[in-house]
């Protein structure tokens, strides 16, 4: 199978249902948020990250492939073929204990920080942007998506400022206050 297909060469793109719309169609502005930030945690996971935080990104990882796939779907209902393309509450459950767990070893936060700090650290503020970008290309669809996928993404945001803080902890990288 070759990577090309000439098929999006005059603009347009084939959605889950195969219908066609514009590149710049909301959805694909919104599935391609999910992607670039699914890229920046591939980056951070380059870099030197803990076994934990790295088990962590590599399900979130995973976890962007559904939500894309959800989004990629118009009918909100993914082929019967797509079998694992699906956030659920338990998702969002699990990414909520995972900030839970690690803000048990980080300082109180008292003050807004400026985002930065050792690489991996703020590679994951630079995530946590991005996440919240795709969040509001995500909000701003009509018509709406599954406000599932509204909330994991606000989760995951959360846990990537957590996590960004976790390495940068770790990394013996003090945090700058605004």
């Avoid at 935080?53 to 009918?75: T, W």
Wanted: contains cysteine; proline residues 5%.
């Amino acid at each position: 199978m070759k990577i090309y297909t000439r098929r999006g060469d005059t603009g347009e793109t084939a959605l889950f249902d195969n219908s066609r719309v514009s590149k710049a169609d909301p959805r694909v502005d919104a599935y391609g948020e999910v992607d670039e930030l699914n890229a920046w945690l591939g980056l951070v996971l380059a870099g030197v990250v803990d076994p934990d935080l790295a088990e962590s990104l590599v399900r979130i990882q995973r976890d962007l492939f559904a939500v894309g796939a959800q989004l990629a779907d118009p009918s909100d209902r993914l082929a019967d073929r797509v079998t694992k393309a699906f956030i659920t509450d338990a998702d969002v459950a699990r990414l909520e204990a995972v900030i839970d767990h690690h803000e048990q070893e980080l300082p109180a936060l008292t003050r807004f920080i400026l985002p930065g700090g050792a690489l991996a650290g703020a590679s994951l503020h630079v995530a946590r942007t991005v996440c919240r970008r795709a969040e509001r290309r995500i909000v701003a669809l009509v018509p709406p998506p599954d406000l599932l996928i509204v909330r994991y993404m606000n989760r995951l945001s959360d846990l990537l400022f957590v996590l960004a803080r976790v390495a940068n902890h770790r990394a013996s990288h003090p945090e700058t206050a605004w």
